[in-house]
């Protein structure tokens, strides 16, 4: 039997960054990895707390190593905020964002629009070209008690040159300046497995959370009631991962040991 037809499941809903590549370097032979998943009658999404690409530059990218997917089988941190913010304000409306052009485009899909006037939150994420300047007005806009939301937690990614500055290096420089702690929409928030579930329409028992990071993607899997499978080809380590408790169901060097001999 294979570890995949062992853990019984349905659907799998992967990380990406440090799960199917690093940056633009393939981790596995990604479309016979596909090939398994639809061999095995198990359904796919793809969750990422990278909240710096659109869902369409997600599709285009699986596209170019050969994987064919629909724009609803993508959710994003970007989108959690979204989902999150509109929880808050349901009738959208004008925030602060301070972040990149995809949190942008993504807040306007859920009706949100960056304003300075008169925003009545402010959201945040990884922005690449963050100077003190952006960190300071931001700061400013929470000190004045405006509710303060947070793509993603997660230090670092991983990249072909080593693990570089991620969205939490912004979080920690805002909830530093500014002595709030944010309201944080991605992994391991429950949001976007909530979201990937709803899509999938299957239970948390029937669903696998893959991902390479123990604090993100397994403990939200595991917060969601969901299976976990470990991989160890980005952020956390072997060692890491037997430390954890409760243990992921299953700890494996890249993801394509899903479709190895239990
Ligand atoms: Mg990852």
């Known amino acids: 039997m294979l570890q995949i037809q062992k853990l019984n499941v349905k659907a799998a809903i992967l990380d990406m960054d440090g799960v199917l590549w690093r940056l633009t370097t393939p981790l596995v032979d990604l479309p016979e990895l596909f090939r398994q998943f639809d061999q095995y009658n198990v359904r796919v999404m793809f969750a990422t707390n990278n909240g710096t690409a659109t869902i369409d530059q997600y599709v285009m990218k699986l596209a170019g190593f050969g994987v064919s997917v629909e724009a609803w089988q993508v959710v994003t941190s970007a989108m959690a905020t979204g989902y999150a913010l509109k929880k808050a304000f349901p009738n959208g409306g004008p925030i602060y964002i ?3 052009k995809a949190l942008h485009d993504t807040l306007k899909d859920f009706d ?25 007005d931001a700061s400013l806009m929470i000190q004045k008690g405006l509710p303060f939301y947070f793509t993603n937690p997660d ?5 072909p040159e080593g693990n570089i500055p991620g969205a939490g290096t912004v979080l920690a420089a805002l909830e530093t300046a500014s002595g709030v702690k944010a309201h944080l929409a991605g992994k391991p928030l429950p949001f976007l497995f909530e979201l990937g579930m709803q899509r999938l329409h299957t239970t948390p028992e029937e669903t696998l959370v893959v991902g390479d990071r123990l604090d993100t993607d397994i403990l939200g899997g595991q917060e969601s009631g969901c299976k976990t499978a470990m991989v160890l080809t980005g952020i956390s380590t072997r060692d890491d991962a037997e430390k954890w408790r409760p243990q992921p169901d299953l700890i494996i060097d890249n993801v394509m040991g899903l479709f190895q001999e239990a």
């Open 98 to 100: 301070m972040g990149e």
């Open 112 to 136: 949100f629009y960056h304003d300075t006037k008169a925003p009545q939150a402010v959201a945040a994420g990884l922005a690449r070209n963050f100077d003190y300047n952006m960190i300071k």
């Open 155 to 159: 230090p670092t990614y991983p990249t």
